[in-house]
């Protein structure tokens, strides 16, 4: 735990699970400023200093809670605002511990107490919903209403804020492009709420001033297509209309699904999983009703959203960029794997380098199978999530050792007309830009 030596005890404590993600930094920072004495939760340490440093942090995963655990936990709390979750299982994730699992052990320790819950579900939660994240969230929402007594569940829709993760990345990215913007899913519905209205509303329901039991969507009461969001995006970032429109054919999106549900599985929460995609198929859309009636304010529309968030030079830089990462990814571990492949399929060839420039052959063999079998294992453990951006730095390294052994054995290669040794250098700047870029959420 990071202690807080601030003066907490005349304030109401707030626990906050998931609470430096996207809404979970978000909740800390306006329940902290409404007077409650914040804790968050969540499971990455550095996550959670990136977050706020300042802030008062209990490092666990909270999957792996006991009742115990989380009644020694809970002593003194006052609300409990679970903004924890995953969008697809995974490699990291797992759906049903985070949001079926954890809530049920949660809701064991909760029992006797008088500690409001507000549990951050999403709109379009539902039983039969076609997708296991949407099913989970229902199931982890009927538990609580099942077997608690001052509960109170918000289901926001799109959430948009000055920071950007996954989907809403990838929007700004999609609008972001030059000269084009994507076409797709011409007919889904869309529907946004600002962060702040987000944020309000759980400060109102910590504070007591939404009744228990109450269910509720958070979301504008307009909606608009998905091109029509694409194109309001590009105009907040202050790009002029895109020349072209791009029509993409649906059917790409399952392979494209398939693949980014594999990256999933080596660490990477890509945007565009299956669960994702199948998300906007369906549309992201609620009832702003029940919300109205219990006492909340209006959220504001799209429009109103985005005004309140004006872009700057950072979040076009930010945009294009985003792009950039995977794109620098894939083109190294292609460019490493195949390196190490080329060498070994032509043995002789790769150790000609070596032996005709006066290296015993007893020394070229190893030194080309060790390099052939280093590369290949740099190229596939940059697609690894965990190990990406030491194994850039691993690229960076081995690169300028090739480039110092090519000057000592064979000096005449940096005069070849074709530059093979000139040529390493974009592949460092490379490996350097997807070290810098690379970081937790």
Known sequence: MIPDHKDTSSRPKALVLGGYGLIGSATMRALSQAGFHTIGLGRSRTAALVSDAQAEWIIRDIPAFSVSDWKTILAGVDVVVNA??????????????????????????????KIRLIQISAAGAHPEASTRFFRTKARGDALIAARYHNWVILRPTLVLAPEAYGGTALLRAAAALPGVIPRLFPKTQIQTVHIDDLTQAICMAARSEVPAGTLADLTEEESRSFPELLQAMRSWLGYPPARWSLPLDQRILKPIGAVADLLGHLGWRAPLRSTALSALQDGIAGDPQNWTAAGGSPCRSLTATLRSIPATRQDRIFARAYLALPLAIAVLALFWTLSGLIALADLAGAMAVLTDRALPHGLAAPIVLGGAATDICLGLGILWRRWSRPTALSMISLSALYLMGSALIAPDLWGDPLGPMVKVLPGMVLAVIVWLLMEER
Do not use: P
């Not at 079926?100 to 064991?108: G, K, M, P, S, Y």
């Open 84 to 113: 924890a979750g995953a969008l697809q299982d995974g490699g990291r994730d797992d759906l049903k511990a985070i949001h079926v699992t954890a809530i049920t052990t949660l809701l064991e320790a909760l029992e006797a107490t």
